[in-house]
C-alpha cells in the first residue's frame, strides 16, 4: 500500500503536474514545438496526445463562444419583441391553437376595460362574446363564433384567420367603442399562433359621424333657404 501510495505521488509531481502546467500554457503559437523525430516512441505519443486534447479544447472553447453569441442575440431580440408589444398605443395579443391568450400588452388591457387575469382566464370566442350588444348575446351566436375559431385553429385557414375588420364594441361601462381589428396566423417550427392588432378608432369614427351630421345641417338650411327664396319668389310675382 505505501509503495501505490509513493507511486503515485510520484507520477502526479512528475508527470501530471506538468502536463497540466505545459497545456494550460500551450496557445496557437506554440502548440507545433511538440514535435519529436520518432512520433510513436512515448514522448512522441505523449506529445500527440497533448496536441489532441488541445485542439478539443480549443473546439470546444468556439462552440461555448457561438452558443453565448447565440443566446445574446436571442435576448436581445426577445427584448426587443416585448419592447415592441408593450410599447405598442394599439392592443396586440396572442392566442395559441387551444384558443388561449398567452401574450398581451397593457393597452390592450386598457382597451377592453378588463384585468389580465380575465384575459388569460378565457378563450378568445368568450371574450369576443363578451363585448357584443345585449340583443346579440344568444346561445346560437355564441356556438357560431366558437365553431368559427376552432374550426379556424384547427385547420390553420389563412383564408379564415388572416382578416381585417371593423368591430363596434359594446363595453363593460355602458359605452360603445369602435375598433379595426387585424388577426394574422404566425407558423413556428414547434407550433401554431395567431396574433391580432386592435387600434381604438373611436375618435375617427365620432368625427366622421359630427361631419356627417353637419352636412345632412347643412343640407337642411340648403333646402330651407331655396325653399324660402321660392317661396318669396313666388309671393313677389303674384
Known amino acids: 500500500v505505501i509503495i501505490i501510495i509513493v507511486l503515485t505521488i510520484t507520477f502526479r509531481r512528475c508527470v ?29 505519443k505523449i506529445a500527440e496526445l497533448i496536441k489532441n486534447f488541445y485542439f478539443q479544447k480549443q473546439n470546444l472553447a468556439l462552440q461555448i463562444e457561438e452558443n453565448i453569441k447565440k443566446t445574446k442575440a436571442l435576448e436581445i431580440s426577445e427584448r426587443n419583441f416585448r419592447s415592441f408589444i408593450e410599447q ?23 382597451l377592453m376595460q378588463t384585468g389580465s387575469d380575465q384575459l388569460t382566464s378565457q378563450k378568445v370566442w ?32 389563412i383564408t379564415m384567420l388572416n382578416q381585417r375588420s371593423e368591430l363596434n364594441l359594446h363595453m363593460p361601462d355602458g359605452t360603445k367603442k369602435y375598433i379595426n381589428q387585424t388577426t394574422f396566423p404566425i407558423y413556428l417550427s414547434d407550433r401554431f399562433l395567431v396574433g391580432t392588432i386592435i387600434s ?14 353637419a352636412l345632412e345641417k347643412d343640407m337642411e338650411l340648403h333646402t330651407l333657404k331655396n325653399h324660402f327664396i321660392s317661396t318669396v319668389s313666388h309671393e313677389f310675382r303674384t
Open 126 to 157: 368568450d371574450l369576443q362574446f363578451q363585448f357584443l350588444p345585449v340583443q346579440k348575446k344568444t346561445e346560437d351566436n355564441y356556438q357560431t363564433s366558437k365553431t368559427y375559431f376552432i374550426k379556424a385553429l384547427n385547420s390553420q385557414d
Open 16 to 44: 501530471s503536474i506538468p502536463l497540466v502546467i505545459i497545456f494550460r500554457s500551450l496557445n496557437s503559437d506554440n502548440i507545433e514545438i511538440l514535435k519529436f523525430k520518432n512520433p510513436n516512441d512515448e514522448f512522441g
Open 88 to 110: 405598442s398605443s394599439d392592443g396586440i395579443a396572442i392566442f395559441d391553437k387551444t384558443g388561449s391568450v398567452i401574450e398581451f400588452n397593457n393597452a390592450l388591457v386598457t
Open 200 to 213: 381604438d378608432i373611436t375618435k375617427i369614427k365620432q368625427a366622421e359621424l359630427d361631419i356627417t351630421n
